[in-house]
């Protein structure tokens, strides 16, 4: 592909300019290197993290349009499945299901655990249903990660 190919032909190939994408080698160099000047007094925590946020918010901008074309793909293949017909169809390599919109549930669990806790403290059948309710509880695990918000008015 030559940097003259129109966006239409880019789309319709679903060829990305290999040029544009970022090494991640280099960018894990990068990120190491600042944080072994980090660690060695050479760079301060706040000019670190502005390293690594300018690296997402590069991430970011690339990832914008593949994220678009992505979607649109997809709703293409949705329009043609519902154009024939289809709930579901498979291909060489895939198979590819129509999901209809439908409702879910949750719980609060704050409020739940808070109903629990009254149940409990009024005794009696009330309790029984606390510890009823406290057995249909699972716990899971997750892994922690970095949360990266923007700040309010900026």
């Known amino acids: 592909m030559s940097d003259s190919t129109p966006p239409a032909v880019i789309i319709a190939t679903g060829e990305i300019a290999a040029t544009s994408l970022p090494d991640p080698t280099l960018t894990q160099q990068l990120l190491d290197h600042v944080y072994d000047l980090l660690v060695a007094g050479f760079t301060n925590v706040a000019t670190a993290l502005d390293v690594g946020l300018t690296e997402l918010d ?23 499945m519902a154009y024939a017909n289809l709930t579901s169809t498979m291909t060489t390599d895939r198979t590819l299901t129509l999901i209809p919109d439908g409702e879910t549930e949750s719980f609060d669990a704050s409020k ?14 009330d309790a029984e249903i606390a510890g009823l309710i406290a057995q249909c509880r699972k716990k899971g695990h997750r892994a922690g990660y970095l949360l990266i918000r923007a700040r309010k008015g900026e």
């Open 112 to 125: 739940l655990k808070g109903l629990i806790t009254d149940l409990a403290g009024a005794g009696g059948r």
């Open 58 to 80: 590069t991430i970011d901008r690339l990832l914008a349009p593949v994220e678009a074309v992505r979607t649109a793909t997809r709703a293409f293949c949705a329009r043609v």
